[in-house]
């Protein structure tokens, strides 16, 4: 049985950025099969109103290639500038956007080996700062 | 025993993530879907089927409803709920809906309402 994730005895809550639905939907199960709950956002637009609306986030995961305003980069930069501490993954599938991505958080390629980013997350989560 | 599915489609996503969050708690699958263009590409490609699918209605919006009676029309095998807060446009829905109007956001109402829904199909056999 693997112990839940948990910052400061609740849930660690992942907001998850994509707009592929099946993509998004196999990505959150995956992360909530572990134990972590997962906010779906179809855009870095309404994530951006999520994380406005005081709800409490403990990382990031988005797609670079998001539908809006802004996209999954513009996303990462508002939130290094509002919450600095808080841990950002960035996926693309384009490899050419990893060192502009890099620069913002902790670059994912796509498509997505579910294993690895679970595992990876995991991690990330662990030195959160309990 | 295996999991109800139910597809929540809701643009709100702080009323998206509570609603789907009550249900999973409740021990439902749950897909969101952020539109009704997004819901329809998804249901599109068949790859999952859904027991439920629980279509919010904007307002001023007619995308709900054409929605619905899509639903209705290619997955009859779908039960189709429609939550709102505005009654007059709810009005509008009662030969799409299989059950009465529900408040918004009221989780316990929804949830009697899939469980009403679930019963009413297995009762009929689907």
Redesign the interface.
């Known amino acids: 049985m693997v112990p839940l994730p948990e910052v400061d005895g609740a849930p660690v809550r992942i907001l998850l950025v994509e707009d592929e639905f099946f993509i998004r939907m196999d990505v959150a199960d995956a992360l909530r099969q572990v134990g972590f709950q997962v906010v779906e956002a179809g855009s870095a637009d309404e994530a951006a109103t999520f994380l406005q609306s005081g709800e409490s986030v403990d990382l990031v995961f988005t797609d670079i290639n998001v539908p809006g305003v802004l996209n999954g980069l513009g996303l990462a930069a508002k939130i290094r500038s509002k919450f600095p501490m808080m841990p950002v993954l960035i996926g693309s599938g384009d490899i050419d956007r990893e060192s502009e991505a890099s620069r913002l958080g902790k670059f994912v390629t796509k498509p997505y080996d579910l294993r690895r980013l679970v595992r990876l997350v995991t991690d990330i989560v662990g030195s959160l700062p309990k | 025993m295996e999991l109800k599915s139910i597809l929540v489609v809701e643009r709100d996503?702080?009323v998206?993530?509570l609603l789907?969050?009550f249900l999973?708690d409740c021990g439902l699958r749950v897909?969101?879907?952020?539109?009704v263009e997004?819901a329809r590409?998804?249901l599109s490609?068949r790859?999952?089927s859904f027991d439920v699918a629980l279509i919010n209605v904007p307002s001023r919006s007619q995308g709900a409803f054409e929605l619905a009676s899509w639903v209705r029309k290619n997955f009859p095998e779908t039960e189709v709920l429609l939550a709102g807060t505005v009654a007059k446009v709810l009005q509008h829905a009662d030969d799409l809906c299989d059950g009465p109007d529900i408040p918004r956001p009221d989780h316990k109402a929804v949830l009697d309402q899939i469980r009403q829904a679930l019963a009413a199909r297995k009762r009929r056999g689907n």
């Open positions: 996503i702080v998206r993530h789907a969050q999973r897909a969101e879907a952020v539109s997004e590409a998804a490609r790859r999952t």
